[in-house]
């Protein structure tokens, strides 16, 4: 099974799939030729039909002060956005220096805010409804009354802000995994339609990044995969998934994230791609969001040499943001930052600095600054002292609301309560989202054909590992999850919590349980290769009673595990709560194991071989 291989060929194999992604001609059906550049859809009035002209009056009666606002998007803590409890209230005086969400509309004009679930942003459904009208009332209440964009991080699998009851639906190496276009645009339409019921219109999603590096520690899962064309295709079908159900969509992080070793939480990746491999490996999905409308691109805080031999990152480099997005992609839809907290974006310039650079390079939104009224106020003294024009603010702010017109922002910003029971979480929504989960659980190794298990002959199970923090905080732990289906699949079910790291008495523990069982299921979470989930495996291996191993994040986990002696081993790319149902369902025999790799698994000692290779997947 080895494909001996090099990660130059891998880059090559990747890129040779991508020709006609590259060329920007990926085909959605039923995109529309209007908008292709997220644009309105004609010169005078946006797609809703405000006219272009009303909203460059807007723009020009704003005190500079407003204008400068617009740009920003910004965190802001508590559940109200007029009364929150004392420890937001204090959290949000230490941070920002105001009190509530209204009182930060109130003084700097923010033209946006993000939700965080540890911000206290998204407790419940009508409770997240409830703050959005309250933020949007504060903005209408404002000197030219604009409306906010109200925006969160929803890409489902592993990054989610709105947990249950909410739908919560496969990530997209998932998706990926799954291969089916329609399956990933409603995925995108269930998603987009339960946000506009609680107030938010603008989701950072979905992941364009081409994820060719398996040792990448802030993408991996996030991505839909390493093949550049069927990442393009699952791109645009999300976008107009989104899309279609009313807000805005943001294809991420431009020009592209996928082949680094650094988090940009933490430091500033450097990508050597050069030219060539960038426009046929990271290319190819924004081009395909771009001809798909893509409302919105976030940048990243990555270096590309071969883009931008300055080496500042791609947020503040006009070669990339005005040089190839705006001019050779055509794009001219709102172009937003990554978060300016991260230090990433940090490590070369001053707080004072970024946003003002981010500006000349072509940025329309600064996202979550660490301090606004330091980041606001530089941008305002740029202006003041000539570095930056005023005609430039205006253009970003156009575009902003451009943006706005088109969501309908202007006409009604408010949503109904009584529309949040009638489209969050709703049965319909949640039973989508099992039969999507289903064709995306992968079965990578079954050498006995241990797999199905029927509850007849392998009625006693076992089920230990890895569970981590919920996503969304509303899900799991996955031990819980998991025995919880196979017992509801008729089962009868031991759960043990080993942890990411077990200790030698939880492994003695673990052992101990397995006696007397039929088998045992183990949860692996990013396995290495000197770590204590290996030598869980190969301990319980070692009982004689057979091991289904699942990774609940990367796929990668089976490369590590080889030699313990599992009899089986699953990958299901995510461990909330839909994807372990899933994996359970597919372990019982009562869903076929649908999903291909969607990237490849190499040998953990020798990358230049390939255990695995995208398509592989086994069926029962």
């Given at each position: 099974?080895h494909?001996?291989?090099?990660?130059?060929?891998?880059l090559?194999?990747?890129?040779?799939?991508?020709?006609?992604?590259?060329?920007?001609?990926?085909?959605?059906?039923?995109?529309?030729a209007?908008?292709?550049?997220?644009?309105?859809?004609?010169?005078s009035?946006?797609?809703?039909?405000?006219?272009?002209?009303?909203?460059r009056?807007?723009?020009?009666?704003?005190?500079?002060?407003e204008?400068?606002?617009?740009?920003?998007?910004m965190?802001?803590?508590?559940?109200?956005?007029?009364a929150?409890?004392q420890?937001?209230?204090?959290?949000n005086?230490?941070?920002?220096?105001?009190r509530?969400?209204?009182e930060?509309?109130?003084?700097?004009?923010?033209?946006?805010?993000?939700?965080?679930?540890w911000?206290?942003?998204t407790?419940?459904?009508?409770q997240?409804?409830?703050?959005?009208?309250?933020?949007?009332?504060?903005?209408?209440?404002?000197?030219?009354?604009?409306?906010?964009?109200?925006?969160?991080?929803?890409?489902?699998?592993?990054?989610?802000?709105?947990?249950?009851?909410?739908?919560?639906?496969?990530?997209?190496?998932?998706l990926?995994?799954?291969g089916?276009?329609?399956?990933?645009?409603?995925?995108?339409?269930?998603?987009?339609?339960?946000?506009?019921?609680?107030?938010?219109?603008q989701?950072?999603?979905?992941?364009?990044?081409?994820?060719?590096?398996?040792?990448?520690p802030?993408?991996?899962?996030?991505?839909f995969?390493?093949?550049?064309?069927?990442?393009?295709?699952?791109?645009?079908a999300?976008?107009?998934?989104?899309?279609?159900?009313?807000?805005a969509s943001?294809?991420?992080?431009?020009?592209?994230?996928?082949?680094?070793?650094?988090?940009?939480?933490?430091?500033?990746?450097?990508?050597?791609?050069?030219?060539?491999?960038?426009?046929?490996?990271?290319?190819?999905?924004f081009?395909?969001a771009?001809?798909a409308?893509?409302?919105?691109i976030?940048?990243?805080?990555?270096?590309?040499?071969?883009?931008?031999?300055?080496?500042?990152?791609?947020?503040?480099?006009?070669?990339?943001?005005?040089?190839?997005?705006?001019?050779?992609?055509?794009?001219?839809?709102v172009?937003?930052?990554?978060?300016?907290?991260?230090?990433?974006?940090?490590?070369?310039?001053?707080?004072?600095?970024?946003?003002?650079?981010?500006?000349?390079?072509?940025?329309?939104?600064l996202?979550?600054?660490?301090?606004?009224?330091?980041?606001?106020?530089?941008?305002?003294?740029?202006?003041?002292?000539?570095?930056?024009?005023?005609?430039?603010i205006?253009?970003?702010?156009?575009?902003?609301?451009?943006l706005?017109?088109?969501?309908?922002?202007?006409?009604?910003?408010?949503?109904?309560?009584?529309?949040?029971?009638?489209?969050?979480?709703?049965?319909?929504?949640?039973?989508?989202?099992?039969?999507?989960?289903?064709?995306?659980?992968t079965?990578?190794?079954?050498p006995?054909?241990?797999?199905?298990?029927?509850?007849?002959?392998?009625?006693?199970?076992?089920?230990?590992?890895?569970?981590?923090?919920?996503?969304?905080?509303?899900?799991?732990?996955?031990?819980?999850?998991?025995a919880?289906?196979?017992?509801?699949?008729?089962?009868?079910?031991?759960?043990?919590?080993t942890?990411?790291?077990?200790?030698?008495?939880?492994?003695?523990?673990?052992?101990?349980?397995?006696?007397?069982?039929?088998?045992?299921?183990?949860?692996?979470y990013?396995?290495?290769?000197?770590?204590?989930?290996?030598?869980?495996?190969?301990?319980?291996?070692?009982?004689?009673?057979?091991?289904?191993?699942?990774?609940i994040?990367?796929?990668?986990?089976i490369?590590?595990?080889?030699?313990?002696?599992?009899?089986?081993?699953?990958?299901?790319?995510?461990?909330t709560?839909?994807?372990?149902?899933?994996?359970a369902?597919?372990?019982?025999?009562?869903?076929?194991?649908?999903?291909?790799?969607?990237?490849?698994v190499?040998?953990?000692?020798?990358?230049?071989?390939v255990?695995y290779?995208?398509?592989y997947?086994?069926?029962?």
């Amino acid at each position: 099974m080895h494909h001996r291989t090099s990660r130059r060929t891998l880059l090559a194999a990747a890129a040779a799939t991508a020709a006609a992604a590259a060329t920007g001609t990926v085909t959605v059906p039923g995109a529309a030729a209007a908008d292709r550049t997220g644009s309105p859809a004609s010169p005078s009035t946006d797609s809703r039909g405000v006219p272009v002209e009303r909203l460059r009056r807007i723009v020009a009666g704003m005190s500079l002060e407003e204008k400068v606002g617009q740009l920003f998007v910004m965190r802001v803590y508590g559940h109200s956005a007029t009364a929150p409890d004392q420890a937001d209230i204090d959290a949000n005086l230490a941070e920002i220096g105001v009190r509530t969400a209204a009182e930060m509309i109130a003084k700097y004009h923010v033209g946006g805010i993000i939700y965080f679930t540890w911000a206290h942003n998204t407790r419940d459904p009508h409770q997240i409804a409830t703050l959005s009208n309250g933020i949007q009332r504060a903005g209408l209440a404002g000197p030219s009354k604009v409306p906010l964009l109200v925006s969160t991080d929803q890409e489902h699998g592993i990054v989610c802000r709105v947990g249950e009851p909410a739908t919560l639906l496969p990530g997209a190496m998932a998706l990926g995994a799954g291969g089916s276009r329609a399956d990933a645009r409603r995925a995108g339409q269930i998603a987009g339609a339960e946000l506009a019921a609680l107030g938010i219109n603008q989701n950072y999603a979905p992941d364009a990044d081409v994820n060719v590096n398996p040792a990448n520690p802030v993408i991996g899962v996030r991505s839909f995969g390493s093949d550049p064309g069927s990442v393009a295709g699952m791109v645009a079908a999300q976008v107009k998934g989104y899309q279609g159900a009313g807000i805005a969509s943001t294809a991420k992080h431009f020009p592209g994230h996928g082949d680094t070793s650094t988090d940009s939480h933490t430091g500033l990746p450097v990508i050597t791609h050069t030219r060539e491999q960038w426009s046929e490996l990271d290319a190819p999905p924004f081009r395909a969001a771009i001809a798909a409308g893509i409302d919105s691109i976030m940048t990243a805080h990555i270096v590309v040499p071969a883009l931008d031999p300055s080496e500042d990152p791609a947020t503040l480099s006009r070669p990339i943001l005005t040089g190839i997005l705006r001019e050779e992609l055509g794009y001219d839809g709102v172009v937003v930052t990554d978060a300016l907290g991260m230090e990433g974006v940090r490590t070369k310039y001053g707080d004072e600095r970024v946003p003002v650079l981010a500006l000349k390079a072509g940025v329309d939104q600064l996202l979550n600054p660490p301090g606004l009224d330091v980041a606001w106020n530089a941008v305002l003294t740029a202006v003041r002292s000539g570095e930056l024009t005023e005609a430039r603010i205006e253009e970003s702010v156009l575009r902003i609301l451009r943006l706005k017109a088109k969501l309908g922002l202007f006409r009604d910003p408010f949503v109904k309560d009584s529309q949040v029971d009638r489209v969050v979480g709703t049965r319909a929504h949640l039973a989508a989202a099992d039969r999507i989960a289903e064709h995306t659980t992968t079965l990578l190794a079954n050498p006995t054909g241990l797999l199905p298990l029927s509850r007849r002959s392998h009625r006693n199970l076992l089920v230990v590992g890895a569970d981590p923090a919920s996503p969304s905080g509303t899900t799991g732990p996955p031990t819980t999850t998991l025995a919880a289906e196979f017992t509801a699949l008729g089962h009868t079910v031991t759960a043990l919590s080993t942890g990411t790291a077990p200790t030698q008495a939880k492994i003695a523990e673990a052992v101990a349980a397995a006696a007397g069982m039929d088998a045992v299921v183990v949860g692996t979470y990013n396995v290495t290769a000197t770590g204590s989930q290996r030598t869980l495996v190969s301990a319980l291996a070692a009982t004689g009673v057979p091991v289904v191993t699942v990774a609940i994040r990367n796929p990668y986990d089976i490369a590590r595990l080889a030699g313990t002696g599992y009899a089986a081993s699953l990958a299901a790319y995510s461990w909330t709560d839909v994807e372990l149902r899933a994996a359970a369902r597919v372990i019982a025999g009562h869903a076929e194991p649908g999903g291909r790799l969607p990237v490849p698994v190499q040998r953990a000692d020798d990358p230049s071989q390939v255990l695995y290779p995208v398509g592989y997947g086994l069926s029962y």
